[in-house]
T-cell receptor, first 114, second 112 residues
Framework: EAGVTQSPTHLIKTRGQQATLRCSPISGHTSVYWYQQALGLGLQFLLWYDEGEERNRGNFPPRFSGRQFPNYSSELNVNALELEDSALYLC?????????????FGPGTRLTVL | QQQVKQSPQSLIVQKGGISIINCAYENTAFDYFPWYQQFPGKGPALLIAIRPDVSEKKEGRFTISFNKSAKQFSLHIMDSQPGDSATYFCAAGGTGRRALTFGSGTRLQVQP
């Protein structure tokens, strides 16, 4: 069974640009979570999508946004990039919001803002 | 109140020894406590998880001990191996919020 996949692996942008990161959950999973892992730090929750809707959002500015598609894949958009947005962005999926299930992570997208 | 505090920040253990990592939480609404293992350049992998209705859960060499009254939980790695060298994160989740709150991580180095 294929795990969570993310693309691209690496992304280099300059300040003020926009970045788009993509995530495909494990087959059958309807929930997708996005986390930010800055260098040497723990994971900070960004966004949670389930069945196409945003269910919860972490303490991040509105320029961090996303969406979930009908096939449950998800996209994270970061607008007006700042240097401190440089981090590993991790996507996780779980079976759905009605039952609390384990979250399984993808390999991440390394975003570098110059 | 959403914080999860993890210690130590780094840990060096000899091969065959016991590695112990501790976490403490404040929010009593948390009802799910997983541990993740992360190797450099990889995403975190779920290692083991526990719910508050049990005080201990063991899977192979990995054991979670949970103290509900103290709001603390810990990971014990028995017979630690060099292949266990990685960063370990504890986390806590609540039924309503779903998103996990992570500790700051422990970098474990098992020396041969």
């Amino acid at each position: 069974e294929a795990g969570v996949t993310q693309s691209p692996t690496h992304l280099i942008k300059t300040r003020g640009q926009q970045a788009t990161l993509r995530c495909s959950p494990i087959s059958g999973h309807t929930s997708v979570y996005w986390y930010q892992q800055a260098l040497g730090l723990g994971l900070q929750f960004l966004l949670w999508y389930d069945e196409g809707e945003e269910r919860n959002r972490g303490n991040f500015p509105p320029r961090f946004s996303g969406r979930q598609f009908p096939n449950y894949s998800s996209e994270l958009n970061v607008n007006a990039l700042e240097l401190e947005d440089s981090a590993l962005y991790l996507c996780a999926s779980s079976a759905g919001r009605r039952v609390y299930n384990e979250q399984f992570f993808g390999p991440g997208t390394r975003l570098t803002v110059l | 109140q959403q914080q999860v505090k993890q210690s130590p920040q780094s840990l060096i253990v000899q091969k065959g020894g016991i590695s112990i990592i501790n976490c403490a939480y404040e929010n009593t609404a948390f009802d799910y406590f997983p541990w993740y293992q992360q190797f450099p350049g990889k995403g975190p992998a779920l290692l083991i998880a526990i719910r508050p209705d049990v005080s201990e859960k063991k899977e192979g060499r990995f054991t979670i001990s949970f103290n509900k009254s103290a709001k603390q939980f810990s990971l014990h790695i028995m017979d630690s191996q060099p292949g266990d060298s990685a960063t370990y994160f504890c986390a806590a989740g609540g039924t309503g919020r779903r998103a996990l709150t992570f500790g700051s991580g422990t970098r474990l180095q098992v020396q041969p």
